[in-house]
């Protein structure tokens, strides 16, 4: 395990959830916090590490979060936290476009090694995804000459205006927060379990509504994730991302993969694209890049990065040295410890377990996913009508019993498990038996 701090990978529920120190704390949280901000599970933590987190009641709970794939080497994992002390050791910001450093440009040097792509490529960074994404958009802009951003139903790429405006769900991510920014237009998605008809037909669909409503000359960029993440980790059906991926190329249209929550070994491959056997012209990342430090990057066809003319791209925290520094530390973890297999291993057992659950309970649609990104969409019993309530139910009983799970989907239904690539098989083994006792309850 990479994790830095010595922490018992258990679980361990020794107070109700929260516990009387987390309830103090949180109520100084309402005093002092914006209410705006929502809350997954009601503790405050005092360390974390593997595949648990314990809060400052000393519950130790099992992570099925990571952070939202954030954390997917694990909490403080060793090679981060050498890599991090040594460079606060020695600076902490210079601001890359006055004093460059090495850091930033060896985790450029990584992600063009990495991200899928036969062809030079070049890589700038930023401090999040939702930065990623507005900086990709620019590029194709700039690179085009031309305005139109394609986007898809269920997407989810951020909260700035641009991003939320390329966002497809209303609540909470957007309502009351217009007017957005314009020349933004929505395809329909294949979407296997909700989707009528091949998806050839959704194809067909998007290129004819793209030619005809928007005009493919007027495109400077497709943008879609691999996997839809916020939007219930919605698996393509083969063929629909490499026929958008062609369409693209065959109109100068700039493609841009979203793989902020898909990358670093997430799926089992180092990102998601490599499912699809094609490459994007430009890939956002951030997430699971830096081990839990504030960091995001653009990386892409050479040609493409480098149409921007200068000081056209930057910001003064992106790519800051200590992010840098844990970037490096991250890769270096997901290769020396092989954590893309072990993400394979992870998915696996997931699957296995939910599948088994599902023929159990009627109440589970589907059961989706790729590698350690799993899903399960919740129905009212022999229909496909959204269970928002028995989803809520689930991870009430979870969080009660010291197991963290998220929540997704459009129609609020989809429970996803992102579990820290490190966790143990008995963390994980016990982590689904607990799921499956909740499923029992409801």
């Known amino acids: 395990m990479s994790s830095g701090l010595d922490i018992p990978q258990e679980r361990r529920v020794i107070t109700a959830i929260p516990g009387p120190k987390s309830e103090a704390l949180i109520k100084r949280r309402a005093e002092a916090v914006s209410a705006s901000l929502g809350m997954a599970i009601p503790v405050v933590v005092e360390k974390a590490g593997g595949g648990v987190i314990v809060d400052i009641d000393g519950n130790s709970i099992i992570d099925m979060g990571a952070g939202i794939a954030v954390v997917n080497v694990g909490n403080s994992a060793k090679r981060v936290v050498e890599n991090v002390v040594k460079q606060v050791q020695a600076f902490t910001h210079t601001c890359f476009m006055i004093a460059p450093y090495s850091g930033y440009i060896e985790v450029c040097e990584a992600l063009n090694r990495l991200i899928p792509g036969d062809f030079k490529k070049k890589s700038i960074l930023q401090n999040s995804g939702a930065e990623a994404l507005e900086n990709a958009v620019k590029i194709a802009r700039a690179y085009t000459k031309r305005q139109a951003v394609v986007v898809f139903e269920h997407g989810y790429h951020g909260r700035t205006n641009l991003t939320m405006g390329m966002t497809a769900k209303n609540m909470p991510y957007k309502e009351g927060f217009g007017p957005f920014a314009g020349e933004i237009y929505r395809m329909p998605m294949a979407y296997p379990f909700r989707s009528e008809g091949d998806v050839n037909a959704v194809l067909e669909t998007v290129i004819h509504k793209i030619e005809k409503e928007v005009g493919a000359k007027n495109v400077a960029a497709i943008v879609i994730e691999p996997i839809q993440g916020e939007g219930g980790f919605i698996v393509p059906p083969k063929g629909f991302i490499p026929g958008l991926v062609k369409f693209a190329k065959d109109n100068g249209i700039v493609f841009v993969?979203?793989?902020?929550?898909?990358?670093?070994?997430?799926?089992?491959?180092?990102?998601?694209?490599?499912?699809?056997?094609?490459?994007?012209?430009?890939?956002?990342?951030?997430?699971?890049?830096?081990?839990?430090?504030?960091?995001?990057?653009?990386?892409?066809?050479?040609?493409?990065?480098?149409?921007?003319?200068i000081s056209g791209l930057g910001g003064t925290y992106g790519g800051n040295p200590v992010a840098c520094a844990a970037a490096l530390g991250a890769i270096a973890t997901i290769e020396e410890e092989n954590l893309i297999q072990r993400a394979n291993e992870i998915g696996e057992k997931i699957s296995d377990s939910l599948h088994s659950l599902q023929k159990k309970y009627p109440v589970i649609g589907e059961v989706r996913g790729r590698g350690a990104m799993q899903a399960i969409e919740l129905v009212v019993p022999g229909s496909k009508e959204p269970n928002s309530d028995a989803m809520s139910k689930v991870i009430k009983y979870c969080q009660q019993n010291g197991l963290l799970i998220l929540s997704a989907g459009t129609y609020s239904n989809v429970i996803r498990l992102l579990p820290p690539l490190v966790m143990p098989d008995h963390l994980l083994d016990e982590a689904l038996s607990i799921l499956e006792q909740a499923f029992a309850t409801i």
């Open 257 to 309: 993969a979203d793989e902020v929550q898909t990358g670093f070994a997430r799926t089992g491959k180092m990102f998601a694209m490599e499912h699809e056997g094609v490459a994007a012209d430009l890939t956002t990342t951030a997430k699971g890049i830096a081990g839990g430090f504030p960091l995001a990057g653009v990386t892409g066809r050479a040609e493409i990065m480098d149409s921007v003319h």
